[in-house]
């Protein structure tokens, strides 16, 4: 029982005013209650009995409501990535605060939150975004010590089709890239070619400089992504990786490197005029690009991921082992790519992306539409 007690707070008697009184913490600040005088509490065992039972709303703090644990989170656990951060802002606004704001954060439990989250209008996997970020939230207040360290009850939370996509991945074969390619302009066509050949996040194609191409030794280094015109590191520590490029590839980057009117060193590889060279076209000019072409093709909607999509299903075209593709697609984990394990060697993965590069320039190359 002491210690039970002594681990919320404890008694003090004030000789001087001959009062006992009640010291705790809440929220990280001293307080102290009084509890009665020497008369009414003739011995220190009585006092603690007073406070157990006359005043449990002392005893027990309450938990901080979730929009106080939200703020204390943004200033010391919020990641510093902005993509990643944009996202949980994304997820925090529009449904977390609205629904459980003003909630303390140990109302939130398991079987309210599934409820409500069944009955939210969103895909299964952006509802397991937002059980995500309130399991986070709950490792935050155990971490801080505002709750008792317990099990995380968002552990406890199922999710139908957690890993369900609504819209099935969009794969492009030969023929509809050939088509896709052909109404597009220059650099729109070039960002294709390096998304496709390489498997590049379009932030990530957006982010290249010309000094991440390596002439010499024919390679090309992803270094960055770019954001809503905010750099920041690539998406995992494994996206940041020295890519062989093939002679063909090379070409490509050279023919458009001669006729870019950014082409120092330093400068974005797909640098946009409007804003002189200091930053790259941006995403939603690279999309509506996309969009027009694959209208013009008639190829249905193609979105900037779909070159990623395509250049993982050209890999199991030409027969790329699976240890190859992981390595190739740049992921953290195999099980992202399928659930196999293995290494590769360099030459085998030159031969791979070679075998890319020879599909989407089959044809692609033949013509060119002017700018």
């Known amino acids: ?15 001087r005013r001959g009062t006992w009184n009640y010291l705790f913490y809440d929220h990280g600040k001293r307080r102290s ?34 929009q106080t644990l939200v703020e204390q989170y943004r200033t010391e656990k919020m990641p510093k990535r902005y993509s990643t951060a944009k996202g949980y802002e994304c997820w925090i606004k529009n449904h977390i605060l609205p629904r459980w704001g003003a909630s303390p954060i140990q109302d939130v439990q398991a079987r309210p939150v599934e409820l409500w989250l069944k009955g939210l209008d969103l895909s299964p996997k952006s509802r397991t975004h937002i059980r995500t ?65 390489f498997g590049l996040r379009i932030s990530e194609c957006l982010a290249l400089k010309w000094s991440d191409v390596n002439w010499l030794d024919s390679n090309l280094r992803i270094q960055r992504g770019i954001v809503q015109n905010r750099v920041d590191d690539v998406k995992t520590v494994y996206s940041e990786r020295a890519m062989s490029v093939d002679a063909e590839m090379l070409s490509v980057l050279k023919a458009w490197k001669q006729v870019s009117q950014f082409s120092a060193n330093d400068d974005w590889a797909f640098a946009s005029p409007s804003q002189l ?21 008639g190829i249905g909607r193609v979105g900037t991921h779909t070159m990623r999509h395509t250049y993982r299903s050209w890999l199991d075209a030409v027969g790329t082992t699976i240890a190859v593709q992981q390595k190739l697609m740049r992921h953290a984990d195999i ?37």
């Open 1 to 15: 029982m002491r210690a039970r007690r002594h681990a919320i707070g404890s008694v003090r008697f004030d000789k």
């Open 33 to 66: 209650k009084l509890i009665g005088t020497k008369q009414e509490y003739p011995t220190k065992a009585a006092a603690w009995k007073a406070v157990d039972s006359a005043k449990p709303e002392v005893a027990k703090p309450v938990s901080p409501t979730v």
């Open 335 to 371: 099980r992202t790519t399928m659930n196999v394990y293995g290494d590769v060697v360099t030459d085998e993965m030159s031969r791979a992306h070679e075998k890319v590069v020879c599909l989407a320039l089959n044809g692609a190359q033949t013509e060119r539409k002017p700018s």
């Open 277 to 297: 060279g200091r930053l790259p076209w941006s995403y939603d000019a690279v999309l509506d690009a996309y969009l027009r072409a694959s209208e013009a093709a």
């Open 133 to 197: 970020l309130l399991s986070t939230l709950w490792d935050y207040a155990q971490w801080r010590g505002d709750v008792p360290t317990e099990r995380n009850p968002m552990e406890l939370v199922r999710i139908k089709d957690a890993s369900k996509r609504r819209r099935k991945p969009r794969s492009l074969t030969v023929e509809e890239f050939r088509r896709f390619a052909l109404q597009l302009t220059e650099p729109f066509r070039t960002i294709a070619l390096v998304s496709v050949c």
